[in-house]
């Protein structure tokens, strides 16, 4: 079956630090990915997304991820966190269907920042 | 574009009361998605609507959910006779069906709801 885990359930940091926000995912074709950013009492905003090609992609925000096959993993990164960007995240597999593409999320990583 | 619009942000009812809420997807999307969030987790699909036909419904979506989506534009998402587990947030999703896949989808605020 489909899944995505988000090994880390809490992740805090200092302000000005690097960030790594991991992701696994279960899926026996090849994924679409995504990773959204959530902050409390809104919707979920799409941080970027990968669908084929290079392997290392670029987000809103100073977002990257690496999909690496190897590994079943799409991990977050940011080179130097703001205080803004504490929020939760979710990595999210996108798996088409016959007509609709169905989208399993993880369970999130919540971030604090340090100031 | 103004973005996935989702009304209310907030509804506080009593249990076996029912409710109803909205979503008003981006214009060009024809594709539309409801999910149920609750504290701590990732979203969960509930149904998904291509214009108006609701083509998948997830086994989350007991008898008391029922979703319309009548003119391919708005749906609606109506939960009768609320329980206590029904408290969560409800969110609603759309994308454009360009191709098939790999187009993101494009979420609302939400609805939050809370069951007294």
């Known amino acids: 079956a489909q899944s995505v885990t988000q090994p880390d359930i809490h992740i805090t940091v200092s302000e000005g630090a690097s960030l790594e926000l991991r992701c696994n995912y279960s899926y026996g074709a090849t994924p679409y990915l995504f990773w959204y950013v959530q902050s409390p009492g809104q919707g979920l905003q799409l941080l970027l997304k990968y669908f084929s090609g290079d392997t290392l992609v670029q987000g809103i925000k100073g977002f990257e991820a690496e999909f690496k096959r190897s590994q079943s993993s799409f991990n977050l990164r940011k080179p130097s966190v703001h205080w803004s960007d504490a929020a939760e995240y979710f990595c999210a597999v996108g798996i088409l269907k016959t007509s609709y593409d169905k989208v399993i999320f993880g369970p999130g990583t919540s971030l604090s920042v340090i100031p | 574009d103004t973005g996935v619009s989702q009304d209310p942000r907030h509804k506080i009812t009593k249990r076996g009361q029912n409710v109803t809420f909205r979503c008003d997807p981006i214009s060009e999307h024809n594709r539309l998605y409801w999910y149920r969030q609750t504290l701590g987790q990732g979203p969960e699909f509930l149904t998904y609507?291509?214009?108006?036909?609701?083509?998948?419904k997830s086994r989350l979506l007991s008898d008391r959910f029922s979703a319309e989506r009548p003119k391919g534009s708005f749906s609606t998402l109506e939960i009768q006779r609320t329980e206590q587990g029904d408290s969560a947030m409800y969110l609603c999703?759309?994308?454009?069906?360009?191709?098939?896949?790999?187009?993101?989808?494009?979420f609302g605020d939400g609805t939050r709801l809370s069951i007294l």
């Open positions: 999703a759309s994308s454009p069906s360009i191709g098939m896949a790999n187009q993101p989808q494009h």
């Open positions: 609507f291509q214009n108006e036909a609701q083509l998948e």
